[in-house]
């Protein structure tokens, strides 16, 4: 299958029910949580403000604890000029709400691509019993394979990250010196994730070996993709399925290379 078609079938299969569901419900869920905890707070904050703003509004002094820390008495000071004027009082719960809502929408999709990543055995489940029923899933490492896997990458990253140093001073150069090191974890991460779901330690080995620089390829331009503010929201169910898809034809291929090869030594033999 050419590799167009492997991104058409991709999209394709995205768009299906299930997949959707795995892809918008996660995000959905995280969001009314997230949300409805930063507004109760922060409603709860500015109830307890009330009193303190209605003294300043009305000119009232503002008593601070000598004993306090620095910041505090700082942002106690600030408050208190802010919420004398009601224009500055309105300026602050609206950026208060605004950024709020930005930063918790932001977090929320970094929690979601978490949570997909566990969900990933599920998405390759639902794959595999549409296209590929006829290819056994076996899955190699342990429960503690993924978090060794991360740690390391993660390690490596921040070790990429120190080496570029140099390279972040030189215009258009420092834009690939700053991006490698999280692709290197990006790739590192996904392909692990998909592949030990599907192949064994043995084929993954001997897929490895022979189209590593396929995945890389492939993973490159999932990267690029997920760069895309937008389409991260819900792409990180698209690039299980696409890095699955290419798994699955790998292991299509190498089964029937080992079927071919039995099939001769019985011709062989007889």
Same mark, same amino acid.
Request: net charge neutral.
């Given at each position: 299958?050419?590799?167009?078609?492997?991104?058409?079938?991709?999209? *394709?299969?995205?768009?299906?029910?299930?997949?959707?569901?795995?892809?918008?419900?996660?995000?959905?869920?995280?969001?009314?949580?997230? #949300?409805?905890?930063?507004?109760?707070?922060?409603?709860?904050?500015?109830?307890?403000?009330?009193?303190?703003?209605?003294?300043?509004?009305?000119?009232?002094?503002?008593?601070?604890?000598?004993?306090?820390?620095?910041?505090?008495?700082?942002?106690?000071?600030?408050?208190? !000029?802010?919420?004398?004027?009601?224009?500055?009082?309105?300026?602050?719960?609206?950026?208060?709400?605004?950024?709020?809502?930005?930063?918790?929408?932001?977090?929320?999709? !970094?929690?979601?691509? &978490?949570?997909?990543?566990?969900?990933?055995?599920?998405?390759?489940?639902? #794959?595999?019993?549409?296209?590929?029923?006829?290819?056994?899933?076996?899955?190699?490492?342990?429960?503690?394979?993924?978090?060794?896997?991360?740690?390391?990458?993660?390690? &490596?990253?921040?070790? #990429?990250?120190?080496?570029? +140093?140099?390279?972040?001073?030189?215009?258009?150069?420092?834009? #690939?010196?700053?991006?490698?090191?999280?692709?290197?974890? !990006?790739? *590192?991460?996904?392909?692990?994730?998909?592949?030990?779901?599907?192949?064994?330690?043995?084929?993954?080995? +001997?897929?490895?070996?022979? *189209?590593?620089?396929?995945?890389?390829?492939?993973? =490159?331009?999932?990267?690029?993709?997920?760069?895309?503010?937008?389409?991260?929201?819900?792409?990180?169910?698209?690039?299980?399925?696409?890095?699955?898809?290419?798994?699955?034809?790998?292991?299509?291929? =190498?089964? *029937?290379?080992?079927?071919?090869?039995?099939?001769?030594?019985?011709?062989?033999?007889?």
């Amino acid at each position: 299958m050419l590799e167009g078609e492997i991104i058409a079938q991709s999209v *394709k299969d995205f768009f299906t029910k299930p997949m959707l569901k795995i892809a918008v419900v996660p995000l959905l869920l995280t969001l009314i949580i997230m #949300l409805s905890l930063f507004y109760l707070a922060a409603g709860y904050g500015f109830d307890s403000l009330q009193i303190y703003i209605q003294q300043t509004q009305n000119g009232q002094d503002v008593f601070v604890d000598e004993q306090a820390p620095f910041y505090f008495v700082w942002m106690t000071t600030l408050m208190a !000029f802010l919420f004398k004027y009601s224009i500055t009082s309105w300026l602050v719960g609206f950026l208060v709400y605004t950024v709020g809502t930005l930063f918790i929408m932001m977090f929320s999709v !970094f929690i979601t691509v &978490i949570i997909i990543g566990f969900l990933t055995p599920m998405i390759l489940g639902i #794959l595999h019993q549409r296209h590929y029923q006829e290819l056994p899933i076996n899955g190699f490492g342990t429960m503690m394979t993924p978090l060794f896997i991360a740690v390391k990458s993660f390690l &490596i990253m921040i070790g #990429l990250f120190f080496l570029f +140093i140099p390279l972040y001073f030189i215009p258009l150069v420092n834009i #690939l010196a700053i991006n490698f090191p999280f692709y290197y974890f !990006f790739h *590192k991460m996904l392909n692990h994730d998909v592949a030990s779901t599907i192949l064994t330690d043995e084929q993954y080995a +001997i897929i490895h070996h022979k *189209k590593a620089n396929a995945f890389r390829f492939r993973t =490159l331009f999932l990267y690029f993709l997920s760069l895309i503010p937008s389409l991260m929201l819900f792409t990180a169910v698209f690039f299980v399925i696409y890095l699955g898809h290419a798994y699955f034809l790998e292991l299509r291929s =190498l089964n *029937k290379k080992e079927n071919n090869s039995k099939l001769i030594e019985q011709d062989l033999e007889n």
